[in-house]
């Protein structure tokens, strides 16, 4: 049975902690409540939430908040080598994570302890410790909002890349993400252990997925600030990707600029290092803050408003475009 509540706080549903109110909520379970809600309010605003984790709600929402709570995970089929599992939109991502090295299935244990949702892990193509979603979707199942058909997305039509894809851009809002088929890899495994600190800890042995996975936990605990204790939502703006000219010009003026060039003659520049260096790491306005320890993750100290923290995110982009003539985009999506 469909419950729709009026005039509900979302407070419980973001992890940056922000007091705002939708005008409806409800609650979906499966695909047929899920076709019933839309098939009633495609016409009206609605929009869809998974765990709140990648989103700075700036004010009240006149429309419905549909809570996507489809849940199921189960093996599709297999060779001897590979799986093929499909996972509901509402399964928790890092419970995914879990049941995976339960059964001994490689491909996302670098992605551990990522919050939120298997339904909008494929949105912003999660990534963390050298690993991106990309690598293990097959295809991703949709619903088409102004139809209501099923519509199915094979990885190669997804068009992801760094922290992108077509549910993100192109086909922002058009389609609703039900269910997701991932490729997995049985023993014996291929770990990815190049990145940085997961280097230094293995270094030429071959861990286990699941030291794999308990390595990444133990990193990002002892990291990253838990919305449970502090309102965050992880990295707040993209690490910009510059082309080699502008990145020649900044280099002369900043010989500490670290840079990752990549294949297509483009260098990435780690945003925390341009945030830290004009010195706003630990900066706070009110309860709206840049983090301690981490400049690329903003906070909020308490009853920070998202338009406070929103004010703090463009004076931070404004700082970075005067002194590095450079743009930072919002990893979070600005509601
Ligand atoms: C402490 C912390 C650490 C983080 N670390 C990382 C990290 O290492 N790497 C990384 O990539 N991200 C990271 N994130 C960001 C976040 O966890 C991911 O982006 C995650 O995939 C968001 O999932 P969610 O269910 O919470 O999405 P939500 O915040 O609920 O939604 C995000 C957007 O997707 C839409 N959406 C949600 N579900 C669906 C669906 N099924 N179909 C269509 N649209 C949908 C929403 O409308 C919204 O626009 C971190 C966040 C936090 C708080």
């Not at 494929?122 to 949709?142: D, K, M, R, S, W």
């Not at 630990?282 to 309860?287: A, I, P, Q, V």
Request: glycine content about 8%.
């Amino acid at each position: 049975m469909l419950h729709y509540q009026e005039n509900v706080s979302l407070l419980p549903y973001n992890s940056f902690g922000i007091d705002v109110r939708t005008r409806q909520f409800v609650e979906v379970q499966n695909l047929a409540d899920l076709k019933t809600v839309l098939a009633a309010h495609r016409h009206h605003a609605f929009r869809v939430l998974g765990g709140g984790s990648n989103m700075l709600l700036t004010k009240d929402y006149e429309g419905l908040t549909v809570q996507l709570n489809l849940k199921g995970i189960e093996v599709i089929q297999e060779t001897e080598q590979e799986v093929w599992v499909e996972a509901q939109a509402g399964e928790n991502w890092h419970f995914f994570v879990l049941w995976c090295l339960e059964q001994n299935y490689g491909g996302v244990e670098n992605l551990a302890l990522i919050p939120g949702s298997v339904g909008a892990a494929p949105i912003q193509n999660i990534g963390a410790y050298g690993v991106e979603l990309e690598a293990v979707v097959q295809q991703c199942n949709t619903l088409e909002v102004a139809t209501l058909e099923a519509v199915t997305f094979q990885r190669d039509k997804c068009a992801f890349g760094y922290r992108e894809s077509i549910f993100k851009n192109q086909e922002k809002g058009t389609f609703i993400i039900t269910s997701v088929v991932f490729k997995l890899q049985k023993a014996p495994h291929q770990t990815h252990k190049e990145y940085g600190a997961l280097k230094t800890l293995f270094g030429d042995k071959n861990p286990s997925i699941q030291e794999v996975a308990q390595a990444v936990i133990n990193i990002r605990q002892s990291k990253l600030p838990d919305p449970k204790y502090i309102g965050n939502s992880g990295s707040f703006f993209k690490n910009p990707i510059i082309a080699e000219d502008q990145f020649k010009r900044l280099q002369k003026n900043f010989p500490q600029l670290p840079f990752y060039p990549n294949a297509t003659g483009y260098y990435k520049i780690p945003a925390a290092w341009l945030i830290d260096t004009l010195g706003f790491k630990g900066y706070r306005e009110g309860d709206a803050g840049v983090h301690e320890n981490q400049a690329l993750v903003l906070v909020n100290h308490g009853k920070a408003s998202g338009s406070e923290i929103l004010t703090l995110s463009k004076k931070i982009q404004n700082a970075v475009q005067e002194k590095f003539e450079i743009s930072l985009e919002t990893e979070v999506n600005i509601l």
